[in-house]
């Protein structure tokens, strides 16, 4: 395996964005040192005045997909790449949007929605990323990240959601993304329920919604609240 040095970046020079440089230093940190240092790696960014969502959206998502691209490169072994995802999930949890970043706090009418990963597709990071906007925003939410297909029918048969959200990070056959709509709607305890598809698949090509009859798409993380809360007043007003 091909090895891969990167030096320290520097962090005083921050000015409200995150380098390229700076998201490669802190990829080191994950595979080559550890949380603690990672934690502190945020810390500083986040006294700089930088947010927690530009540390989610600008340093923790291209750290995932660098990470992703090593393996599929066989730049770093699969224990390094592995190493590297936990403690990235670690990080995420241990920063995860409390209710003091919330805009309101949740209540019986707040809208309700299951997140998962389409096809049991193991790529799970952004679906975990996703679900603390959605509860920034004030939603009820379940995550079930590389759940199998019959095991989110039972789920959406058994509890009422208002929206399901899949992510697609890896080309599926879009027949097997439509039989996974089908079936879950199938199954659904909410006979309205909307169907919400992102990832990178679905940022590849944004037409894959109306073939495999979903209901919208969100080609972006932090924007996916306001485009499940977009088919909700959809439904509102009868369309």
Same mark, same amino acid.
């Given at each position: 395996?091909?090895?891969?040095?990167?030096?320290?970046?520097?962090?005083? %020079?921050?000015?409200?964005?995150?380098?390229? %440089?700076? #998201?490669?230093?802190?990829? *080191?940190?994950?595979?080559?040192?550890?949380?603690?240092?990672?934690?502190?790696? #945020?810390?500083?960014?986040?006294?700089?005045?930088?947010?927690?969502?530009?540390?989610?959206?600008?340093?923790?998502?291209?750290?995932?997909?660098?990470?992703?691209?090593? *393996?599929?490169?066989?730049?770093?072994?699969?224990?390094?790449?592995?190493?590297?995802?936990?403690?990235?999930?670690?990080?995420?949890? /241990?920063?995860?949007?409390?209710?003091?970043?919330?805009?309101?706090?949740?209540?019986?009418?707040?809208?309700?929605?299951?997140?998962?990963?389409?096809?049991?597709?193991?790529?799970?990071?952004? #679906?975990?990323?996703?679900?603390?906007?959605?509860?920034?925003?004030? *939603?009820?939410?379940?995550?079930?990240?590389?759940?199998?297909?019959?095991?989110?029918?039972?789920?959406?048969?058994?509890?009422?959601?208002?929206?399901?959200?899949?992510?697609?990070?890896?080309?599926?056959? !879009?027949?097997?993304?439509?039989?996974?709509?089908?079936?879950?709607?199938?199954?659904?305890?909410?006979?309205?329920?909307?169907?919400?598809?992102?990832?990178?698949? #679905?940022?590849? /090509?944004?037409?894959? !919604?109306?073939?495999?009859?979903?209901?919208?798409?969100?080609?972006?993380?932090?924007?996916?609240?306001?485009?499940?809360?977009?088919?909700?007043?959809?439904?509102?007003?009868?369309?």
């Amino acid at each position: 395996h091909a090895g891969e040095t990167v030096a320290a970046a520097p962090i005083s %020079d921050i000015h409200q964005s995150i380098s390229v %440089d700076q #998201v490669a230093h802190f990829v *080191w940190l994950m595979t080559d040192q550890s949380v603690s240092a990672g934690q502190d790696f #945020v810390d500083e960014l986040i006294r700089q005045g930088l947010s927690l969502e530009q540390i989610y959206l600008d340093l923790f998502t291209p750290a995932a997909r660098r990470l992703g691209k090593f *393996w599929e490169d066989d730049l770093r072994t699969f224990t390094d790449v592995t190493l590297g995802l936990c403690r990235l999930h670690e990080l995420l949890r /241990d920063n995860a949007m409390t209710p003091a970043h919330r805009q309101f706090f949740l209540g019986s009418g707040a809208p309700t929605i299951l997140l998962a990963t389409a096809c049991e597709d193991q790529h799970v990071f952004g #679906v975990l990323m996703v679900a603390e906007f959605f509860r920034k925003d004030g *939603w009820h939410v379940r995550c079930e990240p590389g759940a199998a297909t019959d095991e989110l029918a039972r789920i959406v048969s058994r509890q009422n959601f208002d929206v399901i959200g899949l992510s697609i990070a890896r080309s599926i056959a !879009v027949n097997r993304i439509s039989d996974v709509v089908q079936k879950v709607r199938k199954a659904s305890k909410n006979k309205d329920i909307k169907i919400l598809l992102g990832g990178a698949l #679905v940022q590849r /090509d944004e037409t894959i !919604v109306q073939s495999v009859g979903a209901n919208g798409a969100s080609t972006e993380e932090a924007q996916a609240p306001r485009a499940a809360e977009s088919l909700l007043a959809d439904t509102r007003v009868g369309c």
